[in-house]
């Protein structure tokens, strides 16, 4: 992988998360800091580079909860690199089959960043109080694109 690399590193996610660039983002909320290091477990996933990346959690049945955290200088045409690699590894080198993400109302890019990924909106939920757009992408969608 160019873009992004596996990594255990909770610093560094921590600091992103918490920078405040991106914690509005991704906070939902929640009072910080917030602390990512118990996500950094056998079974979940931390692909990073120096701008921060992306947290793929287990849901069971294959199924990963993508959760993308980057500050702005690794956002847009970088961001997205990065996204197809993590495709490329999570579906040939893990058990998923599928990979979803929230992307809350109002966060425009979020959602574009998905559809860019070749994600599809798939529902609607309310997550902690915020409603958000699921979108998602199959191992079988992946390997049609």
Known sequence: MKHVQLSRDAQLLNRVVNDPSVFDDVSFGLPGP?????????GNYFFANEHGGFLLVAQGAGIYEAHTQFLPDGRGRKALLATKEVQEFMFTQTDCVEIRTDCPHGNEKAAVMAQWAGM??????????????????????????
């Open 34 to 42: 917030l602390d990512c290091t118990p996500l950094l477990t056998d």
């Open 120 to 145: 599809r909106r798939v529902c609607i939920k309310e997550l902690m109080g915020v409603p958000c757009d699921v979108y998602a992408i199959t191992k079988e969608d992946w390997l049609c694109r």
